[in-house]
């Protein structure tokens, strides 16, 4: 299957999914993939359902081939396969698997391993070492290890992780080896494009509050601009309907009208909702009325507005008058 059809496909199938679930699908994938699927169904004015059909079964046997190298090896998904697809078909899917496997992220090794032995074969390796192995662990493991650092060393770490773009394949595989003969056997696979304040965000997101504040506290002084960034990206406006009620009210009491008014001009159906049920009666009639007149409006106006919501979120949280949920929730009293 060349490019061309793969983006076409994939067009279909986000087309098939439905706006709100595309949306959390786009923003896995890469800038340039996005682009060009953006162009893709924006120049698809209908979908035939037989088309649909086909690109939505291709879509659900891939994605059980997967499961079943996963559940059962190479051998087992190709007898189930052979068996419910015919050969033909299955041989498609399997050649599509082992491209995708070709571009598994390395460090498996890292995922799946007993966190406190990991830690106590990283605890003495160099910080950039460390850092890149936290680059392809889960958030919430990567958290975890990471809060046992000492502190110095956490910071180091974590700065050395939203500084990370690229790296050598070379590089990546001397480490891993070294991590197989102390944890256990791994096949070494390649990749260049690791870490970056995204998977840092994801890290930190998943930490405590007392992790994160003080990397942040710490990075703001050796990297403000870093430190900044991480800070914006750390609580989005979409997260807010992740606040309690109170809390929320908390925040809506101190955004002016217009700032509010501008940042659900670009907001999601439950997100509104989500606001206008924890404002009074009158303020959520006034702004509904005033966002059905209100004409087009440039997206960094909205993106702004929307910032400056997440900012006093954020001004909040730090005095501990509200409280973001977060993956740990050590330190929290019930």
Not at 117 to 129: F, R, S
Not at 173 to 186: D, M, T
């Amino acid at each position: 299957m060349n490019q061309t059809e793969g983006v076409k496909k994939a067009a279909v199938l986000l087309i098939s999914l439905g706006s709100e679930v595309s949306a959390q699908v786009m923003k896995q994938l890469p800038d340039d993939y996005i682009q060009k699927i953006s162009y893709e169904i924006a120049n698809t004015d209908y979908v035939k359902p037989e088309r649909r059909d086909q690109v939505l079964d291709e879509f659900i046997n891939t994605a059980n081939g997967r499961q079943y190298i996963l559940d059962g090896g190479y051998d087992y998904a190709k007898s189930v396969l052979n068996q419910g697809l015919g050969p033909q078909k299955a041989k498609e899917i399997l050649d599509v698997l082992k491209q995708l496997q070709m571009r598994e992220r390395p460090f498996d090794i890292a995922r799946t391993a007993d966190l406190q032995q990991l830690i106590n074969v990283l605890i003495d390796e160099h910080p950039q070492v460390i850092a890149l192995v936290l680059c392809y662990m889960q958030p919430e493991k990567g958290a975890a290890l990471l809060a046992q650092l000492p502190r110095e060393l956490q910071v180091d770490v974590a700065e050395r992780v939203g500084m990370i773009t690229t790296t050598s394949p070379e590089v990546i595989k001397r480490i891993e080896k070294s991590l197989e003969a102390q944890l256990s056997n791994f096949e070494v696979a390649d990749t260049e494009n690791v870490g970056g304040v995204s998977v840092l965000v994801g890290i930190l997101n998943a930490a405590s509050r007392s992790t994160e504040k003080n990397i942040l506290g710490d990075l703001e002084e050796r990297q403000p601009d870093l430190a900044t960034e991480i800070k914006t990206s750390l609580f989005t406006f979409d997260d807010i309907t992740s606040l309690s009620d109170m809390d929320v009210q908390k925040v809506l009491r101190a955004i002016d009208n217009e700032t509010l008014k501008l940042a659900l001009k670009g907001a999601t159906a439950d997100i509104k909702e989500f606001i206008f049920k924890n404002l009074s009666q009158r303020a959520a009639d006034t702004i509904q009325e005033e966002l059905e007149f209100m004409g087009p409006t440039r997206l960094a106006t909205i993106e702004e507005a929307q910032q400056k919501v997440v900012a006093e979120i954020r001004r909040l949280d730090d005095q501990g008058e509200i409280y973001i949920e977060r993956g740990n929730t050590d330190g929290i009293v019930k």
